[in-house]
């Protein structure tokens, strides 16, 4: 049987079922193969993000912070609560309700928009033909003009921490604990290992995160990587550094992990559950035939251009297993992009403005260079802080760790980047974002009026703060 399609996406998460309903929306006949499984054996659309990533963790986070403040901020505010407790299982059904409620939403999606779904597993073959392999172990072929290939990705294992039913486990084990930790281990200390660490650590568990690497969250700037340490640190996140993890042994319902200190010394430590969030790798293995023509790097990833076409005409590969940073909103916009470019639109994504977030509490998140990165290119700049906790918007909610720090060029007085640590960080980078897109200065930014009072006033604030004329904190005295 073969069937025909203008636009065939491999893969349903937040880069696929975009660039398909996209590509639908444009007029194009367009089908999306998704492999994807729940517990009950049901396809799901959504992928990694909307499963087992971003939506589910967002919702622990918000939670488990709604849990700690009732518990540890709410007297500040006059407000007595008595005895609080939280009920776990609640907690973790709410988040499986709203998984259910996105994935569901996105069928409907589909549907509303003529989107043919396919439940199974999709390999790219020579001439742009798909081999779509049913659950049931059907094979069709399907005939295309283009293939968007959108398989995104699988976190790393390690041979010293092998998974296990319920003890070691990776993020997807770790939004689905029923109880609370007493000690709970983590390796890594990214994005996930942070957030998950985070969720748990509110609830009561003794965390303990080992990371491999010296510096701590070497991708941001350093002042933003210092101030999460120091907050990290009063938030009981114990975080050590230079920790090369080397074996686990499993005893009984406890792991006994052996690492290598800062020193080059023998430790061991006791968990009752350790999470393993070691980063994560392209899902590439096995999606092309040995003819397809697509090439591939050594580590997985699939070589593409500025557009993400591959080295096969009319295929093309977005997302996770591509060149970037792993984002789920990187994704999708490079998915509407190629849905753009097939359909004969002119279309192209700015990479130096793609925000990254970290979702503590705070939120750390940026945009653009950072001062190491700057410094190393020889680029001149100048800098603009400002405090949460001079801001009256802040105080009132009693949430004025962080700060806004705002980087432009010295000769050009371009915004270059913008780093966050606070309280709704990752809303407030949004403004940096549309403002580095429209190539503006940080005057620009200095001479907008930002509403009182407001957060967001930090961000106007650290932009005066660029030229030192800040008004609401004392600005440094010129040399």
């Given at each position: 049987m073969?069937?025909k399609?203008d636009?065939?996406?491999?893969?349903?998460?937040?880069?696929?079922?975009?660039?398909?309903?996209?590509a639908?929306?444009?007029?194009l006949?367009?089908?999306?193969?998704?492999?994807?499984?729940?517990?009950?054996?049901?396809?799901r659309?959504?992928?990694?993000?909307?499963n087992?990533g971003?939506?589910p963790?967002?919702?622990?986070?918000d939670s488990?912070?709604k849990?700690?403040?009732?518990?540890?901020s709410?007297?500040?505010h006059?407000?007595?609560?008595?005895?609080?407790?939280m009920?776990?299982?609640?907690?973790?059904n709410?988040?499986d309700?709203?998984?259910d409620?996105?994935?569901?939403?996105?069928?409907?999606l589909?549907k509303?928009?003529?989107?043919?779904s396919?439940e199974?597993?999709?390999?790219?073959?020579a001439?742009?033909k798909?081999?779509?392999?049913?659950?049931?172990g059907?094979?069709?072929?399907?005939?295309?003009?283009?293939?968007?290939l959108?398989?995104?990705?699988v976190p790393?294992?390690?041979?010293p921490?092998?998974?296990?039913?319920?003890?070691i486990?990776?993020?997807?084990?770790?939004?689905?604990?029923r109880?609370v930790?007493?000690?709970l281990?983590?390796?890594?200390?990214g994005?996930?290992g942070?957030?998950?660490?985070s969720v748990?650590a509110?609830?009561?568990?003794?965390?303990?995160?080992?990371?491999a690497?010296d510096?701590?969250?070497?991708v941001c700037?350093q002042?933003?990587?210092k101030e999460a340490a120091?907050i990290?640190?009063k938030?009981?996140l114990?975080?050590r550094?230079g920790a090369?993890?080397t074996g686990?042994?499993?005893?009984?319902?406890?792991?006994?992990v052996?690492?290598?200190d800062?020193?080059?010394?023998?430790?061991k430590q006791?968990?009752?559950?350790?999470?393993?969030a070691v980063?994560?790798?392209?899902f590439t293995?096995?999606?092309f035939?040995?003819?397809s023509?697509?090439?591939?790097?050594?580590?997985?990833?699939v070589?593409?251009?500025?557009?993400?076409?591959?080295?096969v005409?009319?295929?093309?590969?977005?997302?996770d297993?591509?060149r970037g940073p792993?984002?789920?909103?990187?994704?999708?916009e490079?998915?509407?992009?190629?849905?753009?470019?097939?359909?004969g639109?002119?279309?192209?994504m700015?990479?130096d403005?793609?925000?990254?977030?970290i979702y503590?509490?705070?939120e750390l998140?940026?945009?653009?260079?950072?001062e190491?990165?700057l410094?190393a290119?020889?680029?001149k700049?100048k800098?603009?802080?400002?405090?949460?906790?001079?801001?009256?918007?802040?105080?009132?909610?009693?949430?004025?760790d962080?700060f806004?720090?705002?980087?432009?060029?010295?000769?050009?007085?371009r915004i270059?980047?913008?780093?966050?640590?606070?309280?709704?960080a990752?809303d407030?980078?949004?403004q940096?974002?549309?403002?580095?897109?429209f190539g503006?200065?940080?005057e620009?930014?200095?001479l907008?009026?930002f509403?009182?009072?407001?957060v967001?006033e930090?961000?106007h604030?650290?932009?005066?703060?660029?030229?030192n004329?800040a008004?609401?904190?004392?600005?440094?005295?010129k040399r």
């Amino acid at each position: 049987m073969s069937d025909k399609f203008d636009v065939v996406v491999i893969g349903g998460g937040p880069g696929g079922y975009v660039a398909a309903i996209r590509a639908a929306q444009l007029g194009l006949k367009t089908a999306c193969i998704e492999k994807w499984l729940d517990k009950d054996n049901k396809s799901r659309l959504g992928g990694t993000c909307l499963n087992v990533g971003c939506i589910p963790s967002k919702a622990l986070l918000d939670s488990s912070h709604k849990y700690h403040d009732a518990k540890e901020s709410y007297g500040v505010h006059g407000i007595s609560v008595g005895d609080v407790a939280m009920d776990v299982n609640a907690m973790v059904n709410r988040k499986d309700k709203i998984v259910d409620q996105l994935t569901s939403g996105i069928t409907g999606l589909f549907k509303a928009n003529g989107v043919t779904s396919f439940e199974g597993f999709g390999k790219v073959l020579a001439n742009k033909k798909v081999e779509f392999t049913a659950h049931d172990g059907t094979v069709t072929v399907l005939e295309t003009e283009n293939v968007i290939l959108a398989t995104g990705s699988v976190p790393v294992n390690i041979p010293p921490a092998p998974r296990t039913e319920d003890i070691i486990v990776d993020n997807e084990g770790a939004l689905n604990f029923r109880e609370v930790p007493k000690r709970l281990g983590v390796i890594g200390a990214g994005v996930i290992g942070l957030e998950l660490g985070s969720v748990w650590a509110r609830l009561g568990s003794d965390v303990v995160v080992l990371e491999a690497q010296d510096a701590f969250l070497s991708v941001c700037d350093q002042d933003i990587a210092k101030e999460a340490a120091k907050i990290f640190k009063k938030q009981h996140l114990d975080i050590r550094l230079g920790a090369r993890v080397t074996g686990s042994q499993i005893n009984g319902e406890e792991v006994e992990v052996t690492y290598l200190d800062a020193k080059g010394e023998e430790q061991k430590q006791t968990f009752d559950k350790l999470i393993v969030a070691v980063g994560r790798k392209p899902f590439t293995q096995g999606c092309f035939s040995d003819d397809s023509g697509v090439k591939l790097d050594e580590r997985g990833f699939v070589f593409v251009d500025e557009q993400c076409r591959t080295s096969v005409p009319g295929v093309f590969a977005i997302g996770d297993i591509v060149r970037g940073p792993m984002l789920a909103h990187k994704a999708s916009e490079e998915g509407v992009m190629v849905a753009d470019i097939i359909a004969g639109h002119k279309a192209q994504m700015n990479y130096d403005c793609i925000p990254s977030v970290i979702y503590t509490h705070p939120e750390l998140a940026w945009v653009g260079k950072n001062e190491q990165e700057l410094k190393a290119e020889g680029i001149k700049f100048k800098v603009g802080k400002f405090p949460f906790a001079a801001s009256g918007r802040a105080m009132a909610a009693n949430d004025t760790d962080g700060f806004v720090k705002m980087i432009a060029c010295e000769e050009t007085d371009r915004i270059l980047g913008c780093h966050i640590i606070g309280s709704h960080a990752a809303d407030l980078i949004a403004q940096a974002v549309i403002a580095m897109e429209f190539g503006s200065t940080a005057e620009d930014i200095a001479l907008t009026v930002f509403a009182h009072p407001t957060v967001s006033e930090a961000v106007h604030e650290a932009a005066l703060a660029v030229d030192n004329h800040a008004i609401h904190i004392a600005n440094r005295k010129k040399r």
